[in-house]
């Protein structure tokens, strides 16, 4: 089986790594910051204000008489919006885990800091303007016939859901697949087309004496901007949007540098939005005029369903796997270090993906084993049937999913969301070699692990573009169970996998609860004695070869079975 590399990535970073040169050119374009609206979204009914500007004004007043330099903590946050201090906490994370600026307190707190540090205030408002974002639907494949014979149909306890189901959408006859790079950044161009001028107004300040007609934006505030979008030429990211704008790109850095007028920066960033819109519209009638585009996911799709493992990417965008079948994939360090990630429509399969990561989704998958090395920021699992997940990250989210497990080293609180069935976690089960240096670089903590502690928030998505019953969104997520401990098992990783020289970690970095750890440790023992009980038999040697050849054919039955002999035959092919 073939490996195809394909650019379907939009010519621009979509989880920008700032560029330390800052850069003078008339050709620069906007472009959303994907994070926030991928990873930074909460099913909290009480974030998703129906007129943002006309609610997060008071708000704003009401946080900033309690801030201190600035920033607010979770109490100043539960306070002002009325929610739980779980849900105030909830919000730091969160909002700690999609920032733009990686030097900001929030992101460099540690866990007991989280609470204290606070937020940015203006960054906090932000953060809150974009829950009434709504998500692109997914969307259907051209061709439905190829794609009902490589899936699955749709499961048998479908009809037991609500026929406004999100996951029942996604699982319907017509096998819809996660909306193309393109399509998600003209969406998100479009949102903040229409409520940009709500958002630099929430981050104006009015001019002393002259009231609320004239509002100003100071270079700070500006900065601050940079949460919802970055300007970028060619894979080169400005790395900092002041130095992008006509306003503050000459100003004496020994200065304080004069505020401008509100108006006038609400009107650069329309006049950029609606060209980069244009733009995306240019590339999308292109391909639709028959232009070669490698960017066309319908094209990809199709090449993928004739049994390619389709990897795409460009050098510094996410890197997209998808349409993988039966099949196993590796990818390692020097593949992926420093990357997002996503894996998408992939079915009875093994994706092995160990390398350092910052941001990592698995969308619609089934019947599949994925293991994504140490996750510095989020890892979000959505729309997944019947896939073990093994992730170490700071935080996850799992979305409309069922009968999935999820073995986990995480340093926050896992969130469920959505309509999930018979979830299940478990801690983290594996190691490879590597894997405590790629931790290190990440920065997550493996002596925290908050695998059994999830938090289960609104059946409901607030944020997709789908209409619900009446007291839908009163309904909480089905919470995850946890594996039995006598249901636990390690999960190997050979060190044949790995190309690169060997790397220190010998064991799990995550220690195990008692109780898991009392099973492995019962389990190691017994094939100790039974490896003895055969080192000292006394048979014949004939009867030793007999003995032997059993255990082999009684492994390669095992193998058949489980269809594990195709990860052998895959693997060493690569």
Same mark, same amino acid.
């Given at each position: 089986?073939?490996?195809?590399?394909?650019?379907?990535?939009?010519?621009?970073?979509?989880?920008?790594?700032? +560029?330390?040169?800052?850069? !003078?050119?008339?050709?620069?374009?906007?472009?959303? %910051?994907?994070?926030?609206?991928?990873?930074?979204?909460?099913?909290?009914?009480?974030?998703?204000?129906?007129?943002?500007?006309?609610?997060?004004?008071?708000?704003? !007043?009401?946080?900033?008489? #309690?801030?201190?330099?600035?920033?607010?903590?979770?109490?100043?946050?539960?306070?002002?919006?009325?929610?739980?201090?779980?849900?105030?906490? /909830?919000?730091?994370?969160?909002?700690?885990?999609? /920032?733009?600026?990686?030097?900001?307190?929030?992101?460099?707190?540690?866990?007991?800091?989280?609470?204290?540090?606070?937020?940015?205030?203006?960054?906090?408002?932000?953060?809150?303007?974009?829950?009434?974002?709504?998500?692109?639907?997914?969307?259907?494949?051209?061709?439905?016939?190829?794609?009902?014979?490589?899936?699955?149909?749709?499961?048998?306890?479908?009809?037991?859901?609500?026929?406004?189901?999100?996951?029942?959408?996604?699982?319907?006859?017509?096998?819809?697949?996660?909306?193309?790079?393109?399509?998600?950044?003209?969406?998100?161009?479009?949102?903040? !087309?229409?409520?940009?001028?709500?958002?630099? #107004?929430? &981050?104006?300040?009015?001019?002393?004496?002259?009231?609320?007609?004239?509002?100003? &934006?100071?270079?700070?505030? /500006?900065?601050?901007?940079? *949460?919802? =979008?970055?300007?970028?030429?060619?894979?080169?990211?400005?790395?900092?949007?002041? !130095?992008?704008?006509?306003?503050?790109?000459?100003?004496?850095?020994?200065?304080?540098? =004069?505020?401008?007028?509100?108006?006038?920066?609400?009107?650069? /960033?329309?006049?950029?939005?609606?060209?980069?819109?244009?733009?995306?519209?240019?590339?999308?009638?292109?391909?639709?005029?028959?232009? +070669?585009?490698?960017?066309?996911?319908?094209?990809?799709?199709?090449? #993928?369903?004739?049994?390619?493992?389709?990897?795409?990417?460009?050098?510094?965008?996410?890197?997209?796997?998808?349409?993988? +079948?039966?099949?196993?994939? *590796?990818?390692?360090?020097?593949?992926?270090?420093?990357?997002?990630?996503?894996?998408?429509?992939?079915?009875?399969?093994?994706?092995? &993906?160990?390398?350092?990561? %910052?941001?990592?989704?698995?969308?619609?998958?089934?019947?599949?084993?994925?293991?994504?090395?140490?996750?510095?920021?989020?890892?979000?699992?959505?729309?997944?049937?019947?896939?073990?997940?093994?992730?170490?990250?700071?935080?996850?989210?799992?979305?409309?999913?069922?009968?999935?497990?999820?073995?986990?080293?995480?340093?926050?609180?896992?969130?469920? =969301?959505?309509?999930?069935?018979?979830?299940?976690?478990?801690?983290?089960?594996?190691?490879? +070699?590597?894997?405590?240096?790629?931790?290190?670089?990440?920065?997550?903590?493996?002596?925290?692990?908050?695998?059994?502690?999830?938090?289960?928030?609104?059946?409901?998505?607030?944020?997709?573009?789908?209409?619900?019953?009446?007291?839908?969104?009163?309904?909480?997520?089905?919470?995850?169970?946890? =594996?039995?401990?006598?249901?636990?098992?390690?999960?190997?990783?050979?060190?044949?996998?790995?190309?690169?020289?060997?790397?220190?970690?010998?064991?799990?970095?995550?220690?195990?609860?008692?109780?898991?750890?009392?099973?492995?440790?019962?389990?190691?023992?017994?094939?100790?004695?039974?490896?003895?009980?055969?080192?000292? #038999?006394?048979?014949?040697?004939? %009867?030793?070869?007999?003995?032997?050849?059993?255990?082999?054919?009684? *492994?390669?039955?095992?193998?058949?079975?489980?269809?594990?002999?195709?990860?052998?035959?895959?693997?060493?092919?690569?």
């Amino acid at each position: 089986m073939t490996e195809e590399l394909i650019d379907q990535s939009p010519p621009h970073d979509p989880d920008p790594i700032q +560029s330390p040169n800052p850069i !003078q050119n008339s050709n620069l374009i906007i472009h959303p %910051r994907r994070v926030p609206f991928e990873h930074g979204l909460l099913p909290i009914q009480k974030l998703v204000f129906t007129d943002p500007i006309q609610t997060l004004a008071p708000i704003k !007043q009401k946080l900033a008489a #309690s801030a201190t330099n600035n920033r607010v903590g979770s109490a100043a946050i539960s306070d002002a919006l009325s929610i739980s201090n779980d849900h105030a906490r /909830l919000v730091l994370e969160t909002l700690g885990s999609v /920032l733009h600026c990686e030097t900001d307190p929030l992101v460099l707190a540690k866990p007991e800091e989280v609470d204290s540090v606070g937020a940015d205030l203006r960054d906090l408002i932000l953060f809150l303007y974009i829950q009434s974002y709504k998500k692109l639907l997914p969307r259907t494949h051209k061709d439905s016939a190829s794609v009902a014979d490589v899936w699955p149909s749709t499961s048998a306890f479908d009809g037991y859901l609500s026929a406004l189901s999100p996951i029942q959408l996604v699982r319907s006859n017509s096998r819809r697949f996660m909306p193309s790079p393109t399509d998600e950044e003209a969406h998100q161009l479009s949102y903040l !087309q229409k409520h940009i001028a709500n958002i630099v #107004s929430l &981050l104006a300040e009015p001019v002393e004496g002259e009231g609320d007609e004239s509002l100003v &934006l100071s270079m700070e505030s /500006l900065e601050h901007i940079g *949460f919802l =979008v970055h300007y970028g030429d060619k894979g080169f990211d400005v790395p900092s949007l002041s !130095q992008a704008s006509p306003f503050f790109a000459n100003s004496d850095p020994n200065m304080p540098a =004069v505020p401008v007028p509100a108006s006038q920066v609400n009107d650069w /960033l329309l006049k950029d939005i609606a060209s980069a819109i244009e733009s995306i519209s240019d590339r999308i009638s292109g391909k639709e005029n028959g232009a +070669s585009n490698a960017s066309d996911q319908d094209a990809a799709m199709a090449n #993928s369903f004739g049994a390619l493992n389709k990897v795409s990417s460009n050098d510094r965008g996410p890197c997209i796997i998808e349409g993988v +079948s039966k099949t196993s994939l *590796f990818k390692q360090a020097s593949d992926l270090k420093g990357r997002s990630v996503k894996v998408a429509n992939c079915h009875d399969s093994v994706i092995y &993906l160990l390398a350092p990561l %910052r941001y990592a989704t698995v969308y619609g998958c089934s019947d599949s084993t994925i293991i994504l090395g140490a996750t510095g920021k989020a890892v979000r699992v959505e729309h997944c049937e019947r896939v073990h997940v093994i992730v170490a990250t700071k935080r996850i989210c799992i979305a409309n999913c069922r009968e999935c497990v999820l073995f986990l080293g995480v340093n926050q609180r896992p969130l469920i =969301v959505g309509d999930n069935h018979k979830l299940q976690v478990a801690p983290y089960n594996t190691f490879y +070699s590597h894997l405590e240096e790629h931790i290190t670089e990440v920065g997550i903590q493996p002596t925290i692990n908050k695998w059994n502690e999830s938090l289960a928030l609104g059946a409901v998505d607030p944020h997709d573009s789908l209409s619900h019953p009446t007291g839908a969104s009163d309904k909480q997520s089905e919470p995850a169970s946890c =594996v039995d401990p006598d249901q636990f098992t390690t999960f190997l990783i050979p060190n044949w996998f790995e190309g690169e020289a060997l790397g220190s970690t010998k064991d799990n970095p995550f220690p195990l609860p008692d109780a898991y750890k009392a099973v492995q440790q019962t389990n190691l023992k017994n094939l100790e004695e039974t490896r003895q009980s055969l080192r000292e #038999s006394s048979l014949e040697e004939n %009867r030793k070869r007999e003995l032997t050849t059993a255990f082999h054919m009684h *492994f390669k039955d095992w193998l058949y079975a489980t269809g594990n002999i195709r990860q052998l035959y895959c693997l060493q092919g690569d």
